[in-house]
């Protein structure tokens, strides 16, 4: 069975431009969460999603934005890039909102800001 | 409020022993607490878990102990191989609250298990 997709795997941005990374939950998963991990720190909640509707929200910029789509798809926006924003950006799905649930992450998108 | 604090930053240890992360919280909120493991150029994965009504649970060579009263729980790994040389990172979860999926995870911590 496919784990948690995420794509693209590596990107390289430039200050001020906008970036978009996908992801694609484990079938049957409807809580799609993402998270940022700066290199050398643990992951950080940006946001949840749950049945397309933004379920909790970390302590991160306007700049940053996410949906969810009817296949239960995600997407994370980050606008006007900082070079503070390279880390790696995790996907993690989990079967619903229930707390508990165990939550799978994908293998991240690398962003790098240059 | 909402950390977790995890010690120490890196462990080295010689194959076969024992090596113990501890992770200590504030929010007495958190009632679900993961043991993720992470190998570098990949996202983290679901070692083991606990509730805090559970003092120690045991999954194959993995044991959490959890004290309530301290606020503290700790991974100890039994017999320990070099392919267990990774990062580890202990999360906390309030599943009862309004952000289900947040997991706050500790500061991870490097170890390295030498043949």
């Known amino acids: 069975d496919a784990g948690v997709t995420q794509s693209p795997t590596h990107l390289i941005k430039t200050r001020g431009q906008q970036v978009t990374l996908r992801c694609s939950p484990i079938?049957?998963?409807?809580?799609v969460s993402w998270y940022q991990q700066v290199l050398g720190q643990g992951p950080q909640f940006i946001f949840q999603y749950y049945e397309k509707e933004e379920r909790g929200r970390g302590n991160f910029p306007d700049r940053f934005s996410a949906r969810q789509f009817p296949n239960y798809s995600s997407e994370l926006n980050v606008n006007a890039l900082l070079l503070g924003d390279s880390a790696l950006y995790l996907c993690a799905s989990s079967l619903s909102l229930r707390g508990g649930n165990t939550i799978y992450f994908g293998e991240g998108s690398w962003l790098t800001v240059v | 409020q909402q950390q977790v604090k995890q010690s120490p930053q890196s462990l080295i240890v010689q194959k076969g022993g024992i090596p113990i992360i501890n992770c200590a919280y504030e929010n007495t909120a958190f009632d679900y607490f993961p043991w993720y493991q992470q190998f570098p150029g990949k996202g983290p994965a679901l070692l083991i878990a606990?509730?805090?009504?559970?003092s120690e649970k045991k999954e194959g060579r993995f044991t959490i102990s959890f004290n309530k009263s301290a606020k503290q729980f700790s991974l100890h790994i039994m017999d320990s191989q070099p392919g267990d040389s990774a990062t580890y990172f202990c999360?906390?979860?309030?599943?009862?609250?309004?952000?289900?999926?947040?997991?706050?995870f500790g500061q991870g911590t490097i170890l390295t298990v030498h043949p």
């Open positions: 079938s049957g998963h409807k809580s």
């Open positions: 606990i509730r805090p009504d559970v």
């Open positions: 999360a906390a979860q309030n599943a009862g609250g309004t952000s289900y999926g947040k997991l706050t």
